[in-house]
T-cell receptor, first 114, second 113 residues
Framework: EPEVTQTPSHQVTQMGQEVILRCVPI?????FYWYRQILGQKVEFLVS????????KSEIFDDQFSVERPDGSNFTLKIRSTKLEDSAMYFC????????????FGPGTRLTVT | GQQLNQSPQSMFIQEGEDVSMNCTSS?????WLWYKQDPGEGPVLLIA?????ELTSNGRLTAQFGITRKDSFLNISASIPSDVGIYFC?????????????FGTGTRLTIIP
């Protein structure tokens, strides 16, 4: 069964450093999303991406965040200058092209900022 | 922003018991989804609901989309040990092109031996 994959599974970084989280969507899916989950809390939407541009973003997704799909397969989330409060699980999700299709989540990347 | 209230927050049951949890919202959703999350892993989709009043089953799981479009419930019958985890509801609003999911606060299911 096709699945969303994410790398790395765990990233430890120092405050102020840049990190790039990577996602490989399910083949043929067209809509891509990033969510985050702070430990013990609910999953929160960050950004949606379609046709090589951001379609919606939340207030969490400030200028420190960016997304791109550089090679047509990987979908990346970059945090330019990490803060302690960026420590969380980051999930990529993807959806096919038909209305009403569900979002499928990857296993997540645990980001720890020290 | 939209808020989803999910209850109960946690449940402690014995194996074989039935489980019921629900989500309510102050605003309308077009789609309700139920996910299960195991520790350290991503949410896994259990059931998707697209129409008000819809009742859908997936094995021992049954979920319904409330007729007001502001609520949904999930039932698990005859619970087994692998049902342990956190269950999240998620709603998708009706605006075309607005696909973000709003997640509930989760229900943690524990099975007492």
């Amino acid at each position: 069964e096709p699945e969303v994959t994410q790398t790395p599974s765990h990233q430890v970084t120092q405050m102020g450093q840049e990190v790039i989280l990577r996602c490989v969507p399910i083949s043929n899916h067209l809509y891509f999303y990033w969510y985050r989950q702070i430990l013990g809390q609910k999953v929160e939407f960050l950004v949606s991406f379609y046709n090589n541009e951001i379609s919606e973003k939340s207030e969490i997704f400030d200028d420190q965040f960016s997304v791109e799909r550089p090679d047509g397969s990987n979908f990346t989330l970059k945090i330019r200058s990490t803060k302690l409060e960026d420590s969380a699980m980051y999930f990529c999700a993807t959806r096919g092209g038909l209305a009403g299709e569900e979002q499928y989540f990857g296993p997540g990347t645990r980001l720890t900022v020290t | 922003g939209q808020q989803l209230n999910q209850s109960p927050q946690s449940m402690f049951i014995q194996e074989g018991e039935d489980v019921s949890m629900n989500c309510t919202s102050s605003s309308i959703f077009n789609t309700w989804l139920w996910y299960k999350q195991d520790p350290g892993e991503g949410p896994v989709l259990l059931i998707a609901l697209y129409k008000a009043g819809e009742l859908t089953s997936n094995g021992r799981l049954t979920a319904q989309f409330g007729i007001t479009r502001k609520d949904s419930f999930l039932n698990i019958s005859a619970s087994i040990p692998s049902d342990v985890g956190i269950y999240f509801c998620a709603g998708q609003p009706p605006l075309f092109g607005n696909e973000k999911l709003t997640f509930g606060t989760g229900t943690r299911l524990t099975i007492i031996p």
